[in-house]
């Protein structure tokens, strides 16, 4: 219901809430971008997701009926807007809509989805494997066929810092390693933060670099 909604703007670089903020809201993105990050502001941050609109974010809070508080920092990437509602009167609406519950439940399976392959991301040392094997996920989860209409093309929209944030990488390592990449032609980039990724040609070197056959 309307009255249960307030809108929040965010301007590029505002914080939506952090680390020892109350856990006592939910968000619906309206426009935008935001990444949910480990860590305080102080720290290298790490994100665990990036929203986009229409995307539901802050449902954890489900979870935090111990502690109470949110536990990470939810930043806006750039200009946005965002539905806020409280949890006491989300879960109400849950209770009575069996439709909104199986769509919660279904976001819920694809965020696990979504932090099972980060995980496998993670766990690479190599700069080049971790950041070859990011990259490939968002181009499957997140990205939109390149305009030169090649089949294995893929563009996404992310900046060099977001990578460092989402790699668990510094940004000089991230760009550094792009570099390398943009070198064999793996992926092509821009200063408006799209990146094309070769998805057939990236998916072979990756592969030749785990059997140590990398030229």
Request: proline share 3%; with cysteine.
């Amino acid at each position: 219901p309307d009255m249960w909604l307030r809108i929040r703007r965010f301007k590029k670089g505002a914080f939506l809430w952090q680390p020892d903020d109350a856990a006592d809201r939910i968000y619906f993105l309206r426009k935008g971008r935001v990444v949910v990050m480990t860590a305080k502001p102080d720290e290298r941050p790490v994100a665990l997701r990036t929203i986009e609109p229409d995307q539901p974010f802050g449902e954890l809070c489900l979870c935090s009926v111990r502690t109470g508080i949110r536990g990470t920092t939810a930043c806006a990437l750039v200009e946005s807007e965002a539905f806020e509602i409280k949890l006491t009167n989300f879960l109400g609406y849950l209770h009575q809509n069996r439709a909104a519950l199986d769509a919660l439940m279904f976001t819920l399976c694809l965020r696990l989805t979504d932090a099972e392959h980060r995980i496998e991301v993670m766990a690479h040392r190599g700069a080049e494997q971790r950041l070859g094997r990011l990259l490939l996920r968002l181009a499957t989860s997140r990205g939109r066929k390149g305009s030169v209409g090649l089949r294995d093309t893929v563009t996404v929209s992310v900046s060099h810092n977001e990578l460092a944030q989402l790699a668990g990488m510094s940004r000089p390592h991230v760009t550094v390693t792009m570099g390398r990449l943009r070198r064999r032609k793996l992926v092509q980039y821009q200063r408006e933060g799209l990146v094309r990724v070769e998805v057939a040609s990236l998916t072979d070197y990756l592969g030749r670099i785990v059997r140590g056959e990398r030229a």
